[in-house]
T-cell receptor, first 115, second 115 residues
Framework: GAGVSQSPSNKVTEKGKDVELRCDPI?????LYWYRQSLGQGLEFLIY????????KSGLPSDRFSAERTGGSVSTLTIQRTQQEDSAVYLC?????????????FGQGTRLTVV | DQQVKQNSPSLSVQEGRISILNCDYT??????FLWYKKYPAEGPTFLIS?????DKNEDGRFTVFLNKSAKHLSLHIVPSQPGDSAVYFC??????????????FGAGTQVVVTP
C-alpha cells in the first residue's frame, strides 16, 4: 500500500474485554513501531520490531499488553482485560531499516475508548 | 521520566512571521533529533531532522538548530503560513543498544497561524 494502514480507526470497548489493533506497514519496511498518545500527552513508545530480531518491548506498560509481527509484515497489538486508562490513540509506524536517521512513517492511528 | 520536553503547549503566530518552537532533552546519549508535524485525525509526518554532528539543518522554510551543550533544539518556520497550523512534536533517539531505533517524543506544541 501507499502508506501505513491501521484498523480499526475507532474502537469502543467495555472495561475488561480484550482488543486487537492491526497495523499494515509500508511494503518492504523492516522496522515497525507502536506508540500511543493519551489525551494531552506526547507519544509514548510501546514496542519496536526490527527484522527477525527480538522485539524491544521495554515500553509496554503492563503484561496485559502484547504485540506480534507475523512474517515480518503485519503487526497486531493486543490489550487484554482493558482498563479505562488504556483509552488513547494507538499509532503504528514503519521505517525502511530502523534505527537512527531512518524516517518513520506513521499510520492514522486507532482511537481506543474503554467505557 | 520525560526525557524530551516541550514546555510550550501552544504558540500563536501571525501569518508571515517567524514561528520558533523549543525542545529540551535530558539524556546526553541522544544524538539524533527529529521534528514531526501532526494534523487532527492523522498520524504524525516527518518534517526535518538533525544529527548531533551538526548544529543547523535547513529545508525550505524550516530550520532546526541544535545546541548540544545546552541540550536544546529549536525549530524555526519562516515565513509561517496558515497550513502550518498543527501540533509539532520533537523527538530524539540515541546510539546505545537500549535506545537505538526508539524515538522519545515530547508532548507537542500546538501552533496556530492567524491571518
Amino acid at each position: 500500500g501507499a502508506g501505513v494502514s491501521q484498523s480499526p480507526s475507532n474502537k469502543v470497548t467495555e472495561k475488561g474485554k480484550d482488543v486487537e489493533l492491526r497495523c499494515d506497514p509500508i511494503s518492504g519496511h523492516t522496522a515497525l513501531y507502536w506508540y500511543r498518545q493519551s489525551l494531552g500527552q506526547g507519544l509514548e513508545f510501546l514496542i519496536y520490531f526490527q527484522g527477525n530480531s527480538a522485539p524491544d518491548k521495554s515500553g509496554l506498560p503492563s503484561d496485559r499488553f502484547s504485540a506480534e509481527r507475523t512474517g515480518g509484515s503485519v503487526s497486531t497489538l493486543t490489550i487484554q482485560r482493558t482498563q479505562q486508562e488504556d483509552s488513547a490513540v494507538y499509532l503504528c509506524a514503519s521505517s525502511l531499516y530502523g534505527g537512527q536517521s531512518t524516517e518513520a512513517f506513521f499510520g492514522q492511528g486507532t482511537r481506543l475508548t474503554v467505557v | 521520566d520525560q526525557q524530551v520536553k516541550q514546555n510550550s503547549p501552544s504558540l500563536s503566530v501571525q501569518e508571515g512571521r517567524i514561528s520558533i518552537l523549543n525542545c529540551d532533552y535530558t539524556n546526553s546519549m541522544f544524538d539524533y533529533f527529529l521534528w514531526y508535524k501532526k494534523y487532527p485525525a492523522e498520524g504524525p509526518t516527518f518534517l526535518i531532522s538533525i544529527s548531533s554532528i551538526k548544529d543547523k539543518n535547513e529545508d525550505g522554510r524550516f530550520t532546526v538548530f541544535l545546541n548540544k551543550s545546552a541540550k536544546h533544539l529549536s525549530l524555526h518556520i519562516v515565513p509561517s503560513q496558515p497550513g502550518d497550523s498543527a501540533v509539532y512534536f520533537c523527538a530524539a533517539s540515541g546510539s546505545t543498544t537500549d535506545s537505538w531505533g526508539k524515538l522519545q517524543f515530547g508532548a507537542g506544541t500546538q501552533v496556530v497561524v492567524t491571518p
